[in-house]
């Protein structure tokens, strides 16, 4: 059978609605969170960031939620498009050095036109 | 706007044989990175340098070494090719070695290498 961590989790959602992406972290002294978006045949980029002393951050379009109590973070895109439709995946830091980042697995944001 | 260049989008190599992945940044950038990427997994760091001619072992070095002459280059080199290095190969740099919202990673566009 088919391992099911071999596929990436899916949301899709109509333009113009609002996603909600969500990821759960390891480590619960990590005190900075990125969120970034993978689109296809590309690296990865940059979307937004939170440190650990809030619990929300809001940039264009994007808000990131932090839950420390449940070590879980989520990315919520408002109106959605088509552009949107990409992998998005997480990462965690403690202590604040690059090279120790933890990345999540990502899931794949499918916009419906 | 930073530019992280790799040489190749795909490779495809045989078993045993000896591949170079080339990485340029154009940023003048301190630390530069390799990872791989493999579905369910996240990325996982391969080797890392901080500076010319150093580097360190990532989680997961074994199979692979790297090397930095010059600061806006960063090759990853597998020695002897193996099936299970077939993966997605991503590159990135950053300025200082510490995550902050001024000072981000940027990523290249990966290269996608099948070993056969």
């Known amino acids: 059978g088919e391992s099911v961590g071999l596929h990436l989790p899916t949301l899709s959602v109509q333009e113009g609605d609002n996603s909600i992406i969500n990821c759960a972290y390891s480590?619960?002294?990590?005190?900075?969170f990125i969120w970034y978006k993978q689109e296809s045949g590309k690296g990865p980029q940059f979307i937004i960031d939170?440190?650990?002393?809030?619990d929300k951050r809001q940039g264009q379009r994007v808000t990131v939620l932090l839950n420390k109590t449940v070590k879980h973070l989520s990315l919520q895109i408002a109106a959605t498009q088509p552009g949107d439709s990409a992998v998005y995946f997480c990462?965690?830091?403690?202590?604040?050095?690059?090279?120790?980042?933890?990345f999540g697995t990502g899931t794949l944001l499918a916009v419906q036109p | 706007d930073v530019k992280v260049t790799q040489s190749s989008r795909y490779l495809v190599k045989r078993t045993g044989e000896k591949v170079f992945l080339e990485c340029v940044q154009d940023?003048?950038?301190?630390?530069m990175f390799w990872y791989r990427q493999d579905p369910g997994l996240g990325l996982r760091l391969i080797y890392f340098?901080?500076?010319?001619?150093?580097?360190e072992k990532g989680d997961i070095p074994e199979g692979y070494s790297v090397s930095r002459e010059k600061k806006e280059r960063f090759s990853l080199i597998l020695e002897s090719a193996s099936t299970n290095q077939t993966s997605m190969y991503l590159c990135?740099?950053?300025?200082?070695?510490?995550?902050?919202?001024?000072?981000?990673?940027?990523f290249g566009p990966g290269t996608r290498l099948t070993v056969l």
């Open positions: 480590n619960s002294a990590s005190d900075y």
């Open positions: 340098s901080y500076d010319v001619k150093m580097k």
């Open positions: 940023m003048d950038h301190e630390n």
């Open positions: 990462a965690e830091s403690y202590g604040g050095a690059t090279n120790k980042l933890i």
């Open positions: 939170i440190r650990s002393n809030m």
């Open positions: 990135a740099s950053t300025l200082t070695g510490q995550v902050s919202p001024t000072d981000t990673q940027y």
